[in-house]
């Protein structure tokens, strides 16, 4: 199993990003994918997830109404759209897979990507 993870860059406070993540080696509609980020000097923390077919979302409180995720099964791709990006958004995000009676925690993950880094500048 292998997840690529792209899209991170340097944007200012109020800009846009849109991460992606191909996986290979398993098929994106039979698990969750999820995003995870890292602040520099802190723990790695959830971003966001959605289901096996796509229909089901949630997300943490510190990104909702800002951040979006989506899939495309047919591509074994998930994305995270990002708006409104702030300083504190700022971190490697990860890309990672979970069973479908897996929760939110680092350690339900099973499969990880490399991650991509986001800097916002103020």
């Known amino acids: 199993v292998q997840l690529q993870a792209s899209g991170g860059g340097l944007v200012q406070a109020g800009g846009s990003l849109r991460l992606s993540c191909v996986g290979s080696?398993?098929?994106?509609?039979?698990?969750?994918e999820l995003w995870f980020r890292q602040p520099p000097g802190k723990e790695r923390e959830f971003v966001a997830r959605?289901?096996?077919?796509?229909?089901?979302?949630d997300y943490a409180d510190s990104v909702k109404g800002r951040f979006a995720i989506s899939k495309n099964n047919a591509e074994n791709t998930v994305y995270l759209q990002m708006n409104d990006l702030q300083p504190e958004d700022t971190g490697v995000y990860y890309c990672?897979?979970?069973?479908?009676?897996?929760?939110?925690?680092?350690?339900?993950?099973?499969?990880w990507g490399q991650g991509t880094e986001v800097t916002v500048s103020s």
């Open positions: 990672a897979v979970a069973g479908r009676a897996a929760g939110r925690s680092i350690g339900d993950m099973f499969s």
């Open positions: 959605i289901d096996w077919i796509g229909t089901r979302t």
């Open positions: 080696g398993l098929a994106f509609r039979n698990y969750y």
